[in-house]
Every structure is written in C-alpha cells, then in structure tokens.
C-alpha cells in the first residue's frame, strides 16, 4: 500500500508541474527527431588511443577550452574568463580577459566564458567569442579591444544569450554561433531540454551588422570554414551531427547535413593544417554500454518538460536566497543545477573523429581512462596531442599524437620551416651581394666611369717607370692627380690588398718621391702633420715645398668635400673612416717603408726600433730616474739632455 501511494503521489506531482500553465522555463518542448547513431566499424571501432593523457601546466590554469597556435606559443581560454598563453617551458602568462574579476568557476557570469577565439597572424589581432559578453576583437600588441558583437541588442528579433565560436575569412568577416536564443550557460541544462533556438550568424566588418545564416539548431557549437572558403561547417551538438552552409557555388544560401549519427556530442571543430579534413571533438562519446541520454528522451517532449521544470523550480528559491544573502554556497547550488557540469558524470567516454571534407569520417580516438573528463577540443603542440576539458580540469592533456593527425598537422609546420629559411636566406644573400658591391664602390668612388680607372692603372705604370727621370712625370702627375681623384682610391685599397697596390697606390701620390726626395717627404708630412706629430723628423723640408705647391691642396679639398665639413685639417682620414684614424697610419707607415727600400734609405728603419724600446722601457725606468738620462723626442728627433738630479 505504501508503494501504492507513493507512486500516486509523484504521478500527482508531475502531472502539477506538466499541466500548471505559466511555469519556468519558458519556452517549448516538442518531438525532434534524431539520426540513428552509427556502428561501431571501421573508423569508428572503439579503441584507447587518448589514454594515460600527461597532465601539463599543472595548477597553473583552470578548465581549458579551445586552442590556438601562436609564433610557437599555446594560446587556450580558460573556465576562469582568461585567455592565456603557455609556453613549451611551462610558463603561462595572462593574455587578455573581457569580463570582471570573480572568484571561481561558480559566478563565470560575472568572470566571463571564452568558449571560441581565432587570431589573425598577420594582422595580430583576436577574435573572441565570449558566452556571456559577445563578440570581441582584441588587438595583441596593444591589448585594445573593440566589441563587434554585444548580447543587448537584438538580432533579427532575437538577442544571443550564449555566444560560443567563430571563424574569421579573409575578408575579416566572422563566422559566429549563438548556441541558444532562450538561455545562457550558466543554465545550459535547459537548452538541452527544450526546443532548438540556436543559429549561424555573419558579422560584416563593412555594415559592422550580423545577420542570421541558420537558425532553430539544437545548440549550436563549433565553427570551420573550409580551405577555399565557399562553404562552413558548424557543429549542432543535441543533433550529433555537423552542418554545412554554402557560401558561395550554384547551392549559395542552402544547408544540408555534412555528417550525422557521430558517436559523441560534438563540441569544437577544427580544419586541418594541411586541408585534407576536420578535426571533431566529441564532448562525451558513447558505445555499446554507454547510450546518450540526449538522444533517448529528444522523442518525448513531456519528459523533457518535467525535467526541465522540475529543475527550475529548485534553483529558483536558491537563486532569491543568494539575492537577499549572498553565500558560495547558494551560488554552488545554482551553478550545479543548471550547468553541464552537473552532467559529467553521465558519460566517461570522449573521443575524437577526423572527416575529409566530403563528411567521410576517416578515423576516430576515444579516451576510456578518466585521465580526461571530456575533450572540448584538440591540437598537437611539440609533438604532443594536446586535449582541452572545459570544466574542473586544472591541467592540459598531453597524449602520443596517431599517426594520420601526425601526418595532417605536420605539413604546415614543415612549410613554416620553409618559409622560414627563404626569408633568412634571401637576406643573407643580399648581404652578400651588397658586400660584393661595396668593393667595386671603393674603387668607383673617385672615378664616375671605368674608363678613368684604367687611366689610373696606366698612369701608376708610366710612373713607375720614370724614378730616374724627375722633372718631366712630375707636372704629368700634377695634372691628373685632381682629375683622377686618387686620394680616395689609394687608402681603401690598402685594407683590401697587401702589398701589391700599396706599391702601386702610393705611386700616384707619391710620385714625388720617385723624382726628388724633398718631393717624397710631401705625403709623410701630411699625414705625420695631421694624425702623428712625433714622426715629423722630415717635416721640416716639406713645409717649404708646401709652400711653394699651394694650387696642389685647393684641389684636393674640392675633391674630397665631406670631410671637409667634419674637420678641414683631416680631410684625407675623414674621407676614408673618421673612427679607425690609427689603421691607416700604419698603412702609411708601410708606404714608406717600401718607398726607402726602392730609394735605398736605411737609417729610418734602424731608427725606428731605437725608438720602440726606448718608449717601452720608459716605464721601468721610471723607478730610478737618478741613474739614467732623460730622453725627449723634439721635432728634430730624439735627443738626450741631462738629468739634473744627477
């Protein structure tokens, strides 16, 4: 008898709550029909390729949903409002959020819920569908962001309550979902409860306006374009299938079933890297033993009123509680009762399924271990399988990639290589090339054309010839120096080639020299005169011949007329490198070496090494200067003078 009356009683009860018109939720409940779920064959034969997942940034975040890939770097949303991004070192740092701060899974109304993002690599720019606060464009560099799309106004009659995913085409126009027209997440029990209201809507960067491409889907989830762009596919997860909308072609405007009866709900859905397919992931899968629970009572609209009824007459009474006393327990009870958390645990089985782009599923992977609650989405990332849990999963799965993602994921990464290493290339070779060029410029600089050059070389030769004639090459020389403008051409080939064209550089300005030896001290006394006083021993003599050849330096500094502005004295150095003054000395240094060897001058060079010791030994014998002699080093040359402490 007492089971009699109980039963009565619940009868009396669901008949209350069925019959009793004006009750929450407000919305419909009708028979919606539902293909029959596929076998178990083939590609979708049940197997343990997700298992024993590796559990990466440990602690560090909190119910990762989506991913996106980023100059190498992870970037995934985050149960907590965030969008973050991890690197192959484990460092995770805050990218971007759009809602408030908040303390927990628990007020994600007020954190905000990014379900669905893309980035725009050239641009640098992120598009974020965020469940509670719209549609949003974040600008990487600046972190500036722009709403495109806000849950307060409405859309062809309807405001989106719950904005899930969405893909950008070139045009910068975005694909977006609104899962439901009648509830947000934090109550998504109930949109899996009651009629269809979600829909595949378009934002135009042009109208700045969207517009709906589909409607009345049965919680509308993830969204792919395909590689050319002339259809998407999009995700409708009570249905377990995946739609496809025309974009362009003879069937634009049209939508037809891309693939039904999958094993699993769909969530995410992601193209290929290397176009070859879509990537599927399947929230909760099922098999043999595992019925969906969806699909049992979507053909028995009363049940699923009761339900949904029932459900929220309970969290009703918590939710005024929590209004007039706010506690985190009130608002764990409301969050139980409505989310799709409270329905985890219906399911232990999720999975992947891989399809070609004609709705041919190719291969499917299914995690039966636990080691992840439910896979929201999928990448591979440092040889990794990377699968994300929306909800408590404080980690990132980590499993051994299968060979057929392997093969679609890796293409792209090689052609990232490729490219890569042609832009590094092409660079390297113009420094080459602007190397090789900087040669012949030297050599060009004093001379516009080829043809002086080689009047250069003859004239070098001719002057080498007449050492012993000295009056008449003199004038000859005197009169094409300016006109061949060798100065400049004389030093910079000195850094280039050792010995020869120091020979045959120094000919042309010191052609001087080869006819008489106060004519060969000229370029000594510039050059000593301008960077080393102490070597003038000859200054003396070339002084007067200075004086004497005054026209000769007016052409030179017309000649050389940039460093004339930086120092007027230094003109030749300047011309060449105001920085490296002391390699060109030595340069020089070299010049008259070779130039006393030809004219047989000996005592410089014994001279010469006298002097380095002397300077050298300078320091030691400072700590008895009583015993040895000073030494001074006067323009005459050095001379020994008397130490008077002596």
């Known amino acids: 008898m007492a089971n009699s009356t109980g039963k009565e009683t619940n009868f009396v009860v669901m008949r209350i709550i069925l019959l009793i018109p004006n009750l929450p939720p407000y919305t419909k409940f009708s028979k919606i029909p539902i293909a029959p779920t596929k076998d178990h064959i083939g590609a979708l034969e049940p197997n343990s390729a997700l298992n024993n997942a590796a559990q990466l940034y440990e602690g560090k975040i909190q119910g990762p949903e989506v991913f996106q890939i980023l100059n190498g770097e992870l970037y995934t949303s985050l149960g907590t409002g965030e969008i973050v991004k991890c690197s192959s070192g484990g460092h995770v740092t805050f990218v971007t959020k759009l809602g408030q701060p908040c303390t927990g899974l628990t007020q994600e109304h007020i954190c905000g819920r990014p379900l669905g993002f893309s980035i725009d690599e050239n641009k640098h720019l992120m598009y974020v569908a965020d469940a509670y606060y719209g549609i949003w464009r974040v600008d990487l560099k600046t972190d500036k962001k722009q709403a495109l799309v806000t849950p307060d106004v409405p859309i062809e009659g309807k405001k989106p309550k719950l904005f899930n995913s969405v893909a950008v085409d070139k045009k910068g126009g975005v694909y977006w979902t609104d899962s439901s027209s009648d509830f947000p997440l934090k109550d998504g029990v109930f949109i899996g409860l009651s009629d269809p209201s979600g829909r595949l809507l378009y934002y135009s960067p042009e109208t700045k306006k969207s517009k709906v491409l589909f409607?009345?889907?049965?919680?509308?989830?993830?969204?792919?374009?395909?590689p050319d762009e002339s259809f998407v596919v999009v995700a409708e997860t009570m249905q377990y299938r995946i739609l496809k909308y025309y974009i362009s072609g003879p069937k634009k405007g049209k939508t037809e079933v891309f693939v039904d009866g999958l094993p699993g709900t769909p969530d995410n859905i992601r193209a290929l890297p290397d176009g070859s397919g879509l990537q599927i992931a399947l929230y909760s899968a099922s098999d043999d033993k595992t019925p969906l629970i969806a699909k049992t009572v979507s053909d028995i609209?009363?049940?699923?009123?009761?339900?949904?009824?029932?459900?929220?007459?309970?969290?009703?009474?918590?939710?005024?509680?929590?209004?007039?006393?706010?506690?985190?327990?009130?608002?764990?009870?409301?969050?139980?009762?409505?989310?799709?958390?409270?329905?985890?645990?219906?399911?232990?089985?999720?999975?992947?399924?891989?399809?070609?782009?004609?709705?041919?599923?190719?291969?499917?992977?299914?995690?039966?271990?636990?080691?992840?609650?439910?896979?929201?989405?999928?990448?591979?990332?440092?040889?990794?399988?990377?699968?994300?849990?929306?909800?408590?999963?404080?980690?990132?799965?980590?499993?051994?990639?299968?060979?057929?993602?392997?093969?679609?994921?890796?293409p792209s990464v090689k052609q990232n290589v490729h490219q890569k290493t042609e832009q590094i290339q092409k660079p390297k070779a113009q420094a080459r090339e602007t190397t090789t060029t900087d040669k012949p410029t030297t050599t060009q600089?004093?001379?516009?054309?080829?043809?002086?050059?080689?009047?250069?070389?003859?004239?070098?030769?001719?002057?080498?010839?007449?050492?012993?004639?000295?009056?008449?090459?003199?004038?000859?020389?005197?009169?094409?120096?300016?006109?061949?403008?060798?100065?400049?051409?004389?030093?910079?080939?000195?850094?280039?080639?050792?010995?020869?064209?120091?020979?045959e550089?120094?000919?042309?300005?010191?052609?001087?020299?080869?006819?008489?030896?106060?004519?060969?001290?000229?370029?000594?006394?510039?050059?000593?005169?301008?960077?080393?006083?102490?070597?003038?021993?000859?200054?003396?003599?070339?002084?007067?011949?200075?004086?004497?050849?005054?026209?000769?330096p007016k052409i030179k500094p017309n000649i050389v007329k940039e460093p004339e502005a930086n120092l007027k004295q230094k003109s030749k150095p300047s011309s060449e490198d105001n920085k490296p003054t002391s390699k060109p000395v030595k340069s020089e240094n070299v010049k008259v070496k070779n130039e006393q060897i030809n004219n047989k001058e000996a005592p410089p060079k014994k001279d010469i090494p006298k002097h380095i010791p002397i300077e050298e030994e300078i320091v030691s014998d400072t700590l008895k200067p009583s015993k040895d002699k000073l030494k001074v080093i006067k323009k005459s040359g050095p001379e020994e003078i008397p130490n008077p402490r002596i």
């Open 215 to 226: 409607d009345n889907m049965w919680f509308a989830n993830g969204v792919a374009l395909s």
């Open 301 to 410: 609209p009363p049940l699923r009123k009761f339900i949904a009824r029932a459900a929220r007459l309970i969290e009703m009474p918590f939710e005024f509680l929590n209004t007039q006393f706010p506690h985190y327990i009130f608002e764990e009870i409301i969050y139980f009762i409505g989310n799709f958390a409270s329905l985890s645990g219906l399911s232990d089985i999720s999975g992947l399924v891989v399809t070609d782009w004609n709705g041919n599923i190719i291969a499917s992977y299914y995690n039966t271990d636990k080691s992840v609650a439910h896979i929201s989405d999928a990448i591979v990332y440092n040889n990794k399988l990377l699968l994300g849990s929306p909800h408590s999963q404080n980690f990132i799965a980590a499993v051994e990639v299968p060979s057929l993602l392997k093969q679609a994921y890796t």
């Open 445 to 503: 600089k004093p001379v516009t054309t080829n043809k002086p050059e080689q009047k250069v070389n003859t004239e070098a030769s001719i002057t080498q010839k007449p050492v012993a004639k000295p009056t008449t090459p003199e004038q000859k020389v005197v009169t094409e120096k300016p006109t061949t403008e060798k100065p400049k051409t004389t030093k910079p080939e000195q850094k280039k080639v050792t010995k020869k064209p120091a020979n």
């Open 505 to 552: 550089i120094p000919s042309t300005p010191e052609q001087k020299i080869t006819t008489e030896k106060p004519t060969t001290q000229k370029p000594i006394t510039k050059t000593s005169s301008t960077e080393h006083p102490h070597k003038s021993t000859p200054a003396s003599q070339p002084q007067k011949v200075q004086s004497s050849e005054a026209p000769k």
